[in-house]
Nanobody, 119 residues
Framework: QVQVVESGGGLVQPGGSLRLSCSVSGFTVSLYGMSWYRQAPGKERDLVAGITKRDGNVIYGDSVKGRFNISRILNNTLNLQMNNLKPEDTAVYLC?????????????WGQGTQVTVSS
């Protein structure tokens, strides 16, 4: 059983910062990478940032480059530092754990944490 739990969301003013955390427990020996996605009401789920555990290869969504920073995966925990937040960053942020078992990828999602950017 794999569990993915996010924390750190909340309400912040435009230009402010927030730090999200995601922890994975369970069958973590097969953890290959972790990613943050976000989904606003009526919109598709978009990639925010992702990283692989062993190599630390990072990818960012275009809308967050230069403002968000993803950490290395340590103790099966991933952090996302979000700076210079904008109202359009408002969304539910979801963490995805990517597990590889016998060459096949199995994604596991958390429940999400709400981020609201508003004055």
């Amino acid at each position: 059983q794999v569990q993915v739990v996010e924390s750190g969301g909340g309400l912040v003013q435009p230009g402010g910062s927030l730090r999200l955390s995601c922890s994975v427990s369970g069958f973590t020996v097969s953890l290959y990478g972790m990613s943050w996605y976000r989904q606003a009401p009526g919109k598709e789920r978009d990639l925010v940032a992702g990283i692989t555990k062993r190599d630390g290869n990072v990818i960012y969504g275009d809308s967050v480059k230069g403002r968000f920073n993803i950490s290395r995966i340590l103790n099966n925990t991933l952090n996302l530092q979000m700076n210079n937040l904008k109202p359009e960053d408002t969304a539910v942020y979801l963490c995805k754990a990517r597990l590889i078992v016998h060459g096949r990828e199995y994604p596991h999602w958390g429940q999400g944490t709400q981020v609201t950017v508003s004055s």
